[in-house]
T-cell receptor, first 111, second 116 residues
Framework: QKEVEQNSGPLSVPEGAIASLNCTYS??????FFWYRQYSGKSPELIMS????GDKEDGRFTAQLNKASQYVSLLIRDSQPSDSATYLC???????????FGSGTQLTVLP | GAVVSQHPSWVICKSGTSVKIECRSL??????MFWYRQFPKQSLMLMAT?????????EQGVEKDKFLINHASLTLSTLTVTSAHPEDSSFYIC????????????FGSGTRLTVV
């Protein structure tokens, strides 16, 4: 079992729709969770971080964390073509300072 | 916000030569930096953790004698790919932490290495 798992996609949604990205992790000791967006040929950029169970909203983005289910998700409302990218879920176990990344989900928002 | 500068952004070198990649934290002190490698259509794989003033910690399967890491100051870490081969061609990305482990993972812009 991979430490951090994501559906590789590709996921396609029409412009204006809600895109839902999912991530599961295996280590119950994980404490910090991050969503990064990566455009082709570029380095990742942080979209959201979440540390507590529940929802965290920032503009069109909402991160959801359920530690009991070891599940973290990212919702993108009113999706735009510029949101088309690969979305990486990353987890930090606290004791280890490095991030462990999922394989990423490729999102395409169709005009 | 925190900025990490990485240079060069791309480099082409001949097989057998060495290439140095620099990663600088511009407006904060980074006691810890991380080096990742990313092959096409794959995710980031951690190569090593670089701590200022001490030896780097390498992940399993990463050759420490081939990928030399130096973190001589709180704002600079370097990765040197020695005796590069075509299979070392990849996208190398550094990351630095500002503050505690849960705060401020900032990535450099990445270096595209092509070994011919």
């Amino acid at each position: 079992q991979k430490e951090v798992e994501q559906n590789s996609g590709p996921l396609s949604v029409p412009e204006g729709a809600i895109a839902s990205l999912n991530c599961t992790y295996s280590d119950r000791g994980s404490q910090s969770f991050f969503w990064y967006r990566q455009y082709s040929g570029k380095s990742p950029e942080l979209i959201m971080s979440i540390y507590s169970n529940g929802d965290k909203e920032d503009g069109r983005f909402t991160a959801q964390l359920n530690k009991a289910s070891q599940y973290v998700s990212l919702l993108i409302r009113d999706s735009q073509p510029s949101d088309s990218a690969t979305y990486l879920c990353a987890v930090n176990k606290g004791s280890a300072r490095q991030l462990t990344f999922g394989s990423g989900t490729q999102l395409t928002v169709l005009p | 916000g925190a900025v990490v500068s990485q240079h060069p952004s791309w480099v082409i070198c001949k097989s057998g030569t060495s290439v140095k990649i620099e990663c600088r934290s511009l407006d904060f002190q980074a006691t810890t930096m991380f080096w990742y490698r990313q092959f096409p259509k794959q995710s980031l794989m951690l190569m090593a953790t670089s701590n200022e003033g001490s030896k780097a910690t390498y992940e399993q399967g990463v050759e420490k004698d081939k990928f030399l890491i130096n973190h001589a100051s709180l704002t600079l870490s370097t990765l040197t790919v020695t005796s590069a081969h075509p299979e070392d061609s990849s996208f190398y990305i550094c990351s630095a932490i500002e503050g505690g482990a849960n705060y401020g993972y900032t990535f450099g812009s990445g270096t595209r290495l092509t070994v011919v």
